[in-house]
């Protein structure tokens, strides 16, 4: 679609009097985005954090949407209360959802409606407000801050303290970032983070920025520990000689004490503007993806002759394997300008000598393995099923790094302007965990990224490990990964919603602005 049919929105989250379901407590809620494909499906876009015992939370996490000015984007806005880490939301409590289109939004700037249950009915007198801003400035803010001497405002130990970063709006003051708590420590130093500059102040480097400091608390009510006042320009000049130090004040302590100096220095130490490029850009400025499939073979799939193996082919023509490679492999093929791609299988035995391989040419032709587009992925899967032995074990190893292979040839290149996706479909556990572990590590300073779907009903526990939204993932050794390369579907809750399996792991990239190829052939 011609870049001129799209922009790309940020949307902010904020509710009020949502429904308490904690006891002893107060919610913890969390807003889900939903969009509608077709009909009644509906696929998860984004979520934003979750806020701590609190029924009128202003979330820091922006939604970022792609607006079409031609089509009618249904979108659902779910808040559910959190009480445990897991990604599943089926047993969380569901505080209530709103439905509108994302013209709506737009079009209104800005929205209040109350916040329905599932039967439609009030969610007591919950309401969702959503304000709506185009994006026209891809450059962000990257900070490092720490503070010195705040004020102690535990009983039994220091303080807990966060910052919180406002810009300054017609309405008031919007939160725009909060940063981690660091636990019980008057002299903090918070982890590098970056905030996009629009979110910030607009792009106007005169415009007054906020910045609130507080203890936090697990009840919710947080205290106030001190508040400065500053802007980008200042902050820009303070930090290219020394940091930034900002005292903060609290104003009811000032009032108290005659001789109340302040309660703790901030100091910036960092604050310097990049510009993040998105996936347009990339592509736009001549970037090719290369996409390579890898399919599992192993024994654990069942029998291919048989109806309950995943690797039967129904009379309609259709198993899980080819759907999935049909989903992902429909939409990368039209930034792959050959529409070549490699495609290889691993765990099974293959002729001639029978033994177990774990990076074969679907087509049993390693000096030519490139089927002709999504088509011929299909057609060679096809013909390679029925001439090899199903077996084991699943190793993912081999298979990445043989695309890491490739794709550090293409980063050696100073006109580079290649990017790999490998596409790797399985049906289980992995049994070269700490091999694949190491050679992800080594991968994330490639320019190449990994989408994993699992098919079938097995533990798909090792992949949200790889998946990395946990946390970074790290090699045996201790490394981490450099960036998050690799994004995990369970097919069967995705089916049949095929665009899911691609905004969340290459377009919207899990930050794959961070393309490591950046800037070699964009300007």
């Excluded at 934003?48 to 029924?55: A, G, H, M």
């Excluded at 079409?68 to 249904?74: D, G, L, M, R, T």
């Excluded at 808040?79 to 509108?100: A, M, R, W």
């Excluded at 302040?262 to 970037?287: A, H, P, W």
Aim: aromatic letters at 10%; hydrophobic letters at 35%; glycine letters at 6%.
């Amino acid at each position: 679609m011609a870049a001129s049919c799209v922009t790309k929105v940020e949307l902010t989250i904020s509710c009020e009097n949502l429904l308490d379901m904690d006891v002893g407590s107060k919610s913890d809620p969390l807003c889900v985005l939903l969009m509608n494909t077709s009909g009644n499906q509906w696929f998860e876009v984004d979520r934003t954090e979750r806020v701590k015992n609190c029924l009128n939370p202003k979330f820091a996490k922006k939604f970022v949407v792609d607006y079409y000015f031609e089509v009618v984007q249904k979108l659902r806005f779910s808040v559910y209360d959190i009480d445990n880490k897991t990604v599943d939301l089926s047993d969380d409590d569901f505080l209530g959802e709103f439905e509108c289109s994302l013209g709506q939004i737009v079009s209104s700037s800005k929205l209040t409606r109350p916040l329905v249950l599932k039967n439609k009915k009030p969610a007591g007198k919950g309401t969702i407000t959503i304000s709506a801003e185009e994006i026209k400035d891809n450059r962000v803010v990257n900070f490092e801050a720490e503070a010195r001497k705040l004020d102690k405002k535990d009983f039994f130990g220091k303080s807990d303290p966060y910052l919180e970063f406002y810009r300054q709006m017609e309405t008031g003051w919007q939160l725009a970032h909060r940063t981690e708590v660091v636990k019980n420590n008057l002299n903090p130093c918070w982890k590098p983070f970056k905030i996009p500059l629009r979110s910030l102040c607009a792009g106007d480097m005169d415009k007054p920025i906020k910045v609130e400091c507080y203890d936090y608390d697990n009840d919710g009510s947080h205290d106030l520990i001190g508040i400065f006042e500053t802007n980008m320009k200042r902050l820009q000049e303070a930090s290219r000689s020394a940091p930034a130090e900002f005292e903060c004040i609290n104003s009811k302590k000032k009032q108290k004490k005659k001789n109340y100096k302040n309660s703790g220095v901030v100091s910036v130490k960092v604050c310097q503007i990049t510009r993040e490029y998105t996936f347009l850009d990339y592509i736009m400025g001549g970037c090719q993806l290369n996409f390579t499939v890898g399919i599992d073979f192993t024994g654990s799939n069942g029998d291919p002759r048989s109806p309950d193996s995943l690797h039967y082919i129904s009379p309609q023509g259709v198993n899980e394997y080819l759907s999935a490679i049909w989903s992902v492999g429909l939409v990368v093929q039209d930034y792959d300008s050959d529409k070549m791609f490699p495609a290889f299988g691993f765990g099974a035995q293959i002729p001639p000598s029978w033994q177990v391989s774990h990076e074969f040419p679907l087509n049993f032709n390693p000096a030519n393995p490139f089927c002709a587009g999504v088509e011929g992925v299909v057609e060679a899967y096809r013909m390679c099923l029925p001439q090899v032995k199903l077996y084991g074990p699943t190793n993912f190893a081999p298979i990445i790094n043989h695309m890491a292979r490739f794709a550090q040839q293409a980063l050696q290149q100073n006109t580079a302007s290649q990017y790999y996706v490998l596409l790797i479909i399985t049906d289980g556990v992995i049994t070269d965990m700490d091999q694949t572990r190491g050679a992800i590590v080594a991968a994330s300073r490639l320019p190449m990224s990994i989408i994993i779907v699992g098919v079938g009903k097995a533990d798909f526990t090792d992949m949200e490990i790889l998946d990395g939204d946990d946390g970074r993932l790290r090699s045996v050794t201790g490394e981490p990964a450099v960036r998050d390369i690799v994004q995990f579907v369970p097919f069967r809750k995705f089916q049949n919603e095929q665009l899911c399996l691609w905004p969340s792991s290459v377009s919207c990239a899990e930050n794959e602005s961070s393309f490591i190829v950046a800037t070699a052939f964009i300007y």
